[in-house]
């Protein structure tokens, strides 16, 4: 490096969060969930017309597990998100069930893409499922995160509360 010249480096800070909606985890789970709502669940049951009962029950059964977890995924954040100040146990809990739902609806992506024919190529599958892996991380990564802040403002208030009592 001559004298003069600096490095350039890629790194920019992360905007801070003011909302549900500036969460990454959020942002990630609600596009699965579109996808989901308007790409898969529509294949599945279009094709689902001129096939045997059993077939048609299985992909009946597959639709009203897969709905309701993708679509429910988005709110279990935005409740996380809000509960986090004031119940916090139940804060984490909401993450708790985000991650678990995150693995069942990996299950589901592959039980769709396995009994069902969509006619949906096998990498749009995969990419959902690793969507999936990928939100399931940064959830895990939030809730860490979030119980730094609940460990330390439960600290703070117990050190509030002894020093009321002295």
């Not at 308007?38 to 009203?64: H, R, W, Y």
């Not at 117990?158 to 009592?165: D, M, P, T, V």
């Amino acid at each position: 490096m001559f004298p003069g010249q600096f490095k350039k480096y890629s790194y920019q800070p992360k905007k801070p969060v003011k909302s549900f909606q500036d969460l990454e985890v959020y942002q990630k789970s609600l596009e699965a969930s579109v996808f989901v709502a308007k790409t898969l669940i529509p294949a599945i049951t279009a094709k689902s017309g001129g096939k045997k009962k059993t077939e048609s029950a299985a992909n009946d059964l597959l639709v009203q597990a897969l709905l309701p977890q993708a679509m429910g995924l988005p709110h279990l954040i935005a409740e996380a998100h809000s509960l986090r100040f004031g119940a916090s146990l139940e804060c984490l809990a909401r993450l708790e069930k985000a991650m678990l739902n995150c693995n069942k609806l990996i299950v589901y992506v592959e039980q769709a893409r396995d009994i069902a024919e969509t006619g949906i190529e096998w990498e749009k599958f995969d990419e959902l499922a690793k969507k999936y892996f990928y939100i399931r991380r940064k959830t895990l990564n939030l809730q860490r995160s979030w119980k730094k802040f609940i460990n330390l403002k439960d600290a703070d208030s117990a050190f509030s509360a002894g020093k009321a009592s002295a």
